[in-house]
T-cell receptor, first 112, second 111 residues
């Protein structure tokens, strides 16, 4: 079984809808991250969390929110989706003394 | 601020050709350096890393050397295969377990 899982893998929604992307991990890592990937722009950090009570904004947090429900779960919400949030979203984890991050398979989101 | 720069554009080459993807970085201090690979339809996975100057990371025939004097971490492979077709991302640590990624390079290997 995969160590980092994301649901759903694909999602189509309409402008203005609220949606949630979920991430779960079985690696026992404290640190979790949400990125978005756009063609030609690489990966950009949206939010990150170093433990259950810790939430930090990344470079492009506007229009997004997150929830760290447990050590193993980190959810990303789009409160009111807009078309320029169409992208591939990745969750990642890392251990406390490790810099290496481990990525989920991604969620492809299309906002119409 | 800190950043990672990868060469522009996709890379197309024939099987068994030599591959180089350039990566340079700007950072304060002495970051760790990484190459991640993304195969079609998958998430990123670590390919190799180096944590200090002059270290060489290697994996699956790929190599990259941490060059502090030129702030570079170029990825090389001597003989590519079709299965190496993927997107390759260079990254450096920003401290506090954050990573800064380059824009990525699509590599297409033609049989």
């Amino acid at each position: 079984d995969a160590d980092v899982t994301q649901t759903p893998r694909n999602r189509i929604t309409k402008t203005g809808k609220r949606i949630m992307l979920e991430c779960s991990q079985t690696k026992g890592h404290d640190r979790m991250y949400w990125y978005r990937q756009d063609p030609g722009l690489g990966l950009r950090l949206i939010y990150y969390s170093f433990d259950v009570k810790d939430i930090n904004k990344g470079e492009i947090s506007d229009g997004y929110s997150v929830s760290r429900q447990a050590q193993a779960k980190f959810s990303l919400s789009l409160e009111s989706a807009i078309p320029n949030q169409t992208a591939l979203y990745f969750c990642a984890t890392s251990g406390p003394t490790q810099e290496t991050q481990y990525f989920g398979p991604g969620t492809r989101l299309l906002v119409l | 601020g800190d950043s990672v720069t990868q060469m522009e554009g996709p890379v197309t080459l024939s099987e068994e050709a030599f591959l180089t993807i350039n990566c340079t970085y700007t950072a304060t201090g002495y970051p760790s350096l990484f190459w991640y690979v993304q195969y079609p339809g998958e998430g990123l996975q670590l390919l190799l890393k180096a944590t200090k100057a002059d270290d060489k990371g290697s994996n699956k025939g790929f190599e990259a050397t941490y060059r502090k004097e030129t702030t570079s971490f170029h990825l090389e492979k001597g003989s590519v295969q079709v299965s190496d077709s993927a997107v390759y991302f260079c990254a450096h640590s920003e401290g506090n377990n954050r990573l800064a990624f380059g824009k990525g390079n699509q590599v297409v290997v033609i049989p």
